[in-house]
C-alpha cells in the first residue's frame, strides 16, 4: 500500500511538471512560430501589393497567462478625470480622424507591432479573443478603438506570460522608447511618454479615446490626440493587476 501511494505521488508529480513545461515552453514555442508566420505573410503582401492595390491583409479566421485586457468600454464615452473630447481634428504627427478598421474580422491580422527596446516583433489581429487572437501569440486590438495613424487610441492587449507572452518584457520599458506599427497603409512611429505600474483590471479609462485612468486619475491625458495604449497583467503569471504603457504618435 505504502509503495502503491509513492507511486501515485511521482505519477502527479511529473503530470504536473509536464504541465507546467507545456504551459510555460510549448505554448510560447508554437504562439511564436504562428506570430512569426504570420508577420512575413503579411508584409510580403505589402511589398508585393500596396496601398491601393487590393487583396487581403490577414489571416483565415487563461490559465494565468497574464493576457492584460480590459472590459472595453464604448469609445464615445470620455474618458474619467478628463474634459469632453472636442471633434477629433489631425495631430501634429499628420493623423487624420477614423475609427478602427471595421471590415476587419475578428482574429484577422492587419499589423505589425515592433517595439525595438525589447526585441519585439508580432502581429496585429482584430479582437482580444483569446483563441482567436491571443493565444496565438498575436497582441489583440480592442474592438471600437482607433486604427493606427489615426486620431483618438489605439488600443492593445497581449499575454505577458504564454502563449508567445508577446508582452513580457513591457515593463522596461521607458519613456521616450519608439514604438511602431506597420500596417497596408504605411508605418506609424509612437513615443512611449506615460507608464502606469498597477491599476484595476476594471479600469476601463485607460482605453478611451482620450485615455485617463479612473482609478489613478493623474495618469493619462486630457485633450484629444492619437495615442497608443499597451494592456496586459501584473505582476507576472498572474492576472491580479494591469500594466498600462501609453505613447503619442510621432509621424
Known sequence: MLWFAAETVVTCGVLILLLVVHQLWWTNQQARAE????VAVLEREWDISPPGGGGSTGASGSSGGGVGTVPPAPPSAPAAGSS???????????????????RT????????????R???TVPVAQGISKS???????????PGTAAPGRVGNVALAGHRNTHGEPFRYVNRLRKGDEITLRTRE??????VDQILPVTSPRDTGVIQPVPRSIVKPSYGYSKAGSYLTLTT???????RYRLIVWATLRR
Do not use: M, N, Q
Open 35 to 38: 506570430a512569426g508566420e504570420r
Open 84 to 102: 469632453a473630447s472636442p471633434p477629433a481634428r489631425p495631430s501634429s504627427g499628420g493623423a487624420k480622424p477614423s475609427p478602427a478598421p471595421a
Open 105 to 116: 474580422p475578428s482574429g484577422e491580422t492587419f499589423a505589425v507591432l515592433r517595439i525595438p
Open 118 to 120: 525589447i526585441g519585439l
Open 132 to 142: 482567436k487572437v491571443l493565444d496565438k501569440g498575436y497582441v489583440g486590438h480592442y
Open 186 to 191: 504605411g508605418t506609424f512611429t509612437y513615443r
Open 233 to 239: 497583467c501584473t505582476p507576472e503569471f498572474t492576472s
